[in-house]
């Protein structure tokens, strides 16, 4: 079997914007998922759309594993910034990721972390330092935090998020984290701003900085792979 670097997003939109960037690609059926798979210096990827929430997230990474040899996890796409020195379209290569939504504490855990498990899963910085990635997309390098929840400015203060020390939040990349170092397998996480919890949210504008903020996620990724 062949090794394979899996790319995963969680939307149509974060799909199609590395579509629109890639030269050529060959459309298959993996685990009744469509995928995409292409050849970057003698690299072979697989792109697929996955599930939107930890646990989904969780069971088709999992799925996958078991019928790909996969070398490495990107999970590219979009993602609301916490830290205000953020704005729309700025990208994130997470240095490391972990949960809000946990909370253990009774138990002498600290905030967010599983049982049995450390506070965060470390991507694989190693990997993201050795490349060279044009300036212009002037990437910032933290931590993302996942739960289920869209959090806004209505909701962030309800939630175990320290706007200090994490950079944004989502509702996928922890649980990418931790399957992947259950299954001992290198991830790197790139995640682009396409609102800020700390605003208000226009529905409309929203839709578009989606798309734009899933292309420079494709634009990063296309860096550190090329």
């Known amino acids: 079997m062949k090794e394979v670097n899996l790319i995963i997003a969680a939307m149509d939109e974060e799909v ?21 798979e292409f050849k970057i210096r003698d690299e072979n990827f697989i792109l697929v759309k996955g599930k939107i929430g930890k646990v989904y997230t969780s069971i088709f990474l999992s799925r996958l594993a078991l019928i790909l040899k996969i070398k490495r996890v990107f999970n590219i796409g979009t993602s609301g910034g916490v830290n205000k020195g953020l704005k729309i379209n700025d990208v994130i290569v997470a240095t490391k990721v972990g949960y809000h939504d946990v909370d253990v504490t009774f138990f002498n855990y600290e905030i967010g972390q599983i049982p049995g498990d450390p506070r965060y899963y470390e991507c694989d ?36 998020i320290n706007v200090e020390e994490c950079l944004a939040c989502e509702m996928e990349s922890a649980s990418v984290g931790q399957t992947c170092s259950q299954l001992k397998i290198p991830f790197v996480i790139i995640r682009s701003i396409s609102d800020l919890t700390f605003e208000q949210i226009d529905v409309d504008r929203h839709n578009n900085d989606v798309v734009s903020s899933s292309t420079n996620s494709a634009l990063v990724l296309l860096e550190l792979i090329k």
């Open 16 to 36: 199609q914007a590395l579509l629109d960037n890639l030269p050529n690609y060959e459309v298959k059926t993996i685990d009744d998922n469509t995928a995409y």
């Open 125 to 160: 910085n190693e990997f993201v330092e050795s490349r060279i990635i044009d300036p212009k997309y002037s990437i910032k390098r933290g931590i993302i935090l996942s739960g289920d929840s869209f959090v806004t400015r209505e909701n962030i203060n309800s939630k175990n």
